[in-house]
């Protein structure tokens, strides 16, 4: 992203009053390459249609900030990868880590990947490093590292049915797996910074607690989140779109300063959880209006979210999650466009 909307978007973590809101989008592989007009492996693939699907977007909605800027990724399948998970990658259809944890019993040799040598993550990482020059030239700097949060690598790497049984019969095992998840996690953020010195911010994508309920996630979700959220960076950015109305009010004493959610809560009942101290990037429905509604509907949904959001000072307007697959260039500049017309 450019300076000017790096400015803009640790004001709005801070809470300070602008407007109209500014404007943000997590954009990555469910939406990028067919949008551009390539397949996903291609994308995934090749450093030149990655580079060039982002700048095509940085160039062609140059009014939005899009999150967490020239992602590099290799879909759900970075983290689990260092863990020995094999990755299916097909032509145009999403990546997928299979399980590694085939027994509860195996979670006790799981042990600690490197992030400077396994799995998919070199690869990652160089991708940026590699092309740093080039997005700089744009305009545009790398301000986030990024990884999946704790639970949502451990459901990769045993399921998710199994990880939530686990959970619920076995905590002394849980801990012990996320132990090990999260003090990667935090050498990964680490060693991501370490090599691009223009990072200060942090994103965390974890949809798992929202599958748990409030006790189970002060005891295995809000711990280690805390410990990841202990990065002295300025933007500590967590996406859930899943059910979130048992775990939302804990989050500013972890150290989030920015959520993007699903549709479950508005705007106003989210800062009213955290007692305003939120920023809320979000939150018309993607697939239903974003993706599959009229330019209209569009203009109509982003007129609403904004005039009935009580507190715009903690508003960027977006949609509830990142965009899906099948969002026009029509929709989201008339989404932008009713955006910036608001005073």
């Known amino acids: 992203m450019t300076n000017q909307q790096w400015e ?19 954009i990555d592989s469910p939406w990028l390459p067919n949008w551009y007009g390539a397949s996903i492996l291609d994308y995934l693939q090749s450093d030149e249609v990655w580079f060039l699907a982002n700048k095509k977007a940085v160039e062609t909605f140059p009014d939005a900030i899009f999150l967490p800027g020239f992602w590099s990724e290799f879909g759900m399948c970075t983290e689990p ?6 990755c299916l990658f097909h032509e145009n259809e999403f990546p997928y880590a299979e399980k590694t944890i085939l027994r509860e019993e195996d979670v ?20 940026l490093t590699r092309n740093r020059r080039r997005i700089e030239e744009l305009g545009h ?18 399921g998710t049915t199994e990880f939530l049984i686990m959970l619920g019969t076995d905590p002394a095992r849980t801990h012990k797996l996320l132990r090990v998840i999260t003090s990667f996690l935090v050498k990964w953020h680490e060693r991501q910074r370490r090599e691009i010195d223009t990072i200060d911010g942090m994103l965390i994508l974890d949809d798992i607690v929202g599958f748990i309920g409030e006790d189970d996630f002060k005891e295995f979700g809000l711990p280690y989140l805390r410990e990841l959220y202990s990065a002295d960076v300025s933007v500590k ?31 106003n009942e989210l800062h009213a959880a955290t007692g305003n101290k939120l920023t809320i990037l979000g939150n018309i429905p993607p697939r239903d209006v974003l993706a599959r509604g009229t330019p209209a509907e569009v203009h109509a949904a ?15 307007a977006s ?25």
């Open 237 to 267: 950015f967590f996406h859930n779109d899943a059910e979130c109305t048992q775990s939302v009010k804990f989050y500013p004493e972890i150290g989030i300063n920015l959520y993007n959610p699903g549709i479950q809560m508005t705007v």
């Open 81 to 86: 990868s260092a863990f020995g998970s094999k």
């Open 141 to 158: 700097q790398i301000r986030f590292s990024v990884s999946r949060g704790p639970l949502n690598v451990a459901t990769f790497l045993m």
């Open 108 to 127: 006790d040799s799981v042990s600690e990947p490197d992030p400077a040598t396994n799995g998919l993550l070199p690869f990652m990482l160089n991708r």
């Open 302 to 316: 982003a007129r609403k979210l904004v005039n009935e959001t009580a507190n715009r000072d903690r508003l960027i």
């Open 8 to 26: 803009a978007l640790v004001a709005a973590a801070q809470g300070t009053k602008k407007s109209p809101p500014p404007i943000g989008f997590i």
């Open 319 to 343: 949609c509830g999650g990142g965009v899906p697959p099948g969002v026009t260039t029509a929709n989201l500049r008339a989404f932008i466009d009713e955006i910036q017309g608001i005073r």
